[in-house]
T-cell receptor
Framework: AQSVTQLDSHVSVSEGTPVLLRCNYSSSYSPSLFWYVQHPNKGLQLLLKYTSAATLVKGINGFEAEFKKSETSFHLTKPSAHMSDAAEYFCCELGSNSGYALNFGKGTSLLVTP | GAVVSQHPSRVICKSGTSVKIECRSLDFQATTMFWYRQFPKQSLMLMATSNEGSKATYEQGVEKDKFLINHASLTLSTLTVTSAHPEDSSFYIC????????????FGQGTRLTVV
């Protein structure tokens, strides 16, 4: 079965420092991968997606992610954290069944300190 | 853009009553809509997949008689939590896709259900 693993449940960074949120996938075929952000009591906003095109994907708000097949990873990065980046981040994979539903990782809570 | 509107954003109901949550695609036709449930500090769990004009497909462990899903049109899906109990309190989120081949999901704002 497909699964997505977010390696850190919580990440804390200082404002202005780099952000790294880690994600590994398990699919043996070429997956479609996504990163979503969720602010408290809000829906999800798509940050970026990988669908077998360029392996370095640039998203909104300065985020990017690199697809590494050899490492089965799709880590999310940002060069410089902003206070407004504090939120919950979900890595997910397009399911092969359930009509294209998303399989979500457990989420990583990003805290940005002044 | 593609906007999905979910209503209500918050609802409090008494045990034993039913609550209906609406999910609308405002500027596109959604052939498929998904309903997820999110417990506090946890990830989203798929409850069911809803296709317009057909019965919803429920995930294992989700009671179809308790969580009634109707997808009567290409822009509207509803989730009705019947005979709600406190353990049904959760954050419910819908998403919609535009159609086959376009896999991007657009999410509603979510509904915070509290059953007292």
């Amino acid at each position: 079965a497909q699964s997505v693993t977010q390696l850190d449940s919580h990440v804390s960074v200082s404002e202005g420092t780099p952000v790294l949120l880690r994600c590994n996938y398990s699919s043996s075929y070429s997956p479609s991968l996504f990163w979503y952000v969720q602010h408290p009591n809000k829906g999800l906003q798509l940050l970026l997606k990988y669908t077998s095109a360029a392996t370095l994907v640039k998203g909104i708000n300065g985020f990017e992610a690199e697809f590494k097949k050899s490492e089965t990873s799709f880590h999310l990065t940002k060069p410089s954290a902003h206070m407004s980046d504090a939120a919950e981040y979900f890595c997910c994979e397009l399911g092969s069944n359930s009509g294209y539903a998303l399989n979500f990782g457990k989420g990583t809570s990003l805290l940005v300190t002044p | 853009g593609a906007v999905v509107s979910q209503h209500p954003s918050r609802v409090i109901c008494k045990s034993g009553t039913s609550v209906k949550i609406e999910c609308r695609s405002l500027d596109f036709q959604a052939t498929t809509m998904f309903w997820y449930r999110q417990f506090p500090k946890q990830s989203l769990m798929l409850m069911a997949t809803s296709n317009e004009g057909s019965k919803a497909t429920y995930e294992q462990g989700v009671e179809k008689d308790k969580f009634l899903i109707n997808h009567a049109s290409l822009t509207l899906s509803t989730l009705t939590v019947t005979s709600a109990h406190p353990e049904d309190s959760s954050f419910y989120i819908c998403s919609a896709t535009k159609g086959t081949g376009n896999t991007e999901a657009f999410f509603g704002q979510g509904t915070r259900l509290t059953v007292v």
